[in-house]
């Protein structure tokens, strides 16, 4: 079964300095139908102008992930870790018995294009961390490379579930498998380019929710990178 999430059908908030798109309930956007797909519960593509951002708040029992598409983003937060995201890099956060943070585009002349992903912990109360990691490049033979897992090994960042995070990138026309194992589903976000997945075209901001099946197909329909959320 694959369900397509069009960009162009997404929940969105729009600010002064915040347009975000909302493929899952959030804010004041809500949809019982939209509510999450296995432990990924939000999934927001936001764009903040220059200087602008979020100011302190608190999460509590989440793992929260940060993918930057363009631009930069500033992090603070209650346990005293601060840095700066770019592309290239992934941000996590274990929100668990709860922390505070802040996050503002770190440039005064540039917008910052990210998104920004909730998923259920395995457990709740979990001591707050925070994470930022170089995303390694996939080797020659392979189009995809894990940036996440629940173990963190090999300089990967680390999820309290059981999940691995995907990047996938394909150049004009190039096509590759992704195969599921028995009981996993997996989300699909285009972040760049355009994809035709099993026979469904899918453009920059789509994405896609597959399980049931245990293989599935992606051609580039332009140089096109993709994450894979593969959860139990």
């Given at each position: 079964m694959i369900k397509i999430h069009d960009r162009d059908l997404r929940g969105r908030t729009k600010t002064g300095w915040l347009d975000s798109y909302h493929t899952y309930s959030f804010a004041g956007f809500q949809d019982p139908d939209r509510m999450g797909f296995r432990s990924l519960r939000v999934l927001n593509d936001d764009i903040v102008i220059p200087g602008a951002g979020f100011p302190m708040h608190g999460h509590a029992n989440m793992e929260i992930v940060t993918y930057i598409l363009n631009g930069a983003?500033?992090?603070?937060?209650?346990?005293?870790?601060?840095?700066?995201?770019?592309?290239g890099e992934?941000?996590?956060?274990?929100?668990?018995?709860?922390?505070?943070?802040?996050?503002f585009n770190h440039s005064k002349e540039?917008?910052?294009?990210?998104?920004?992903?909730?998923?259920?912990?395995?457990?709740?109360?979990?001591?707050?961390?925070?994470?930022?990691?170089a995303i390694p490049a996939p080797s020659n033979d392979d189009h995809f490379v894990v940036i996440a897992d629940?173990?963190?090994?090999?300089?990967?960042?680390?999820?309290?579930?059981?999940?691995?995070?995907?990047?996938?990138?394909?150049?004009?026309?190039?096509?590759?498998?992704?195969?599921i194992a028995p009981g996993r589903g997996v989300f699909l976000q285009v972040t760049h380019g355009g994809i035709v997945l099993?026979?469904?075209?899918?453009?920059?901001?789509?994405?896609?929710?597959i399980e049931d099946i245990d293989l599935f197909t992606l051609k580039a329909s332009h140089d096109a990178e993709v994450l894979l959320f593969d959860m139990a």
């Open positions: 983003l500033e992090h603070k937060d209650s346990t005293g870790n601060s840095g700066v995201i770019q592309p992934l941000q996590r956060m274990t929100a668990g018995s709860g922390i505070e943070h802040s996050e540039n917008q910052v294009h990210l998104l920004q992903l909730w998923f259920y912990p395995e457990e709740k109360g979990l001591t707050p961390i925070y994470e930022q990691v629940r173990k963190g090994t090999n300089g990967i960042a680390t999820i309290h579930q059981d999940i691995k995070i995907v990047h996938g990138k394909l150049k004009d026309g190039e096509t590759t498998d992704y195969k099993n026979g469904e075209h899918l453009k920059e901001g789509d994405g896609a929710e």
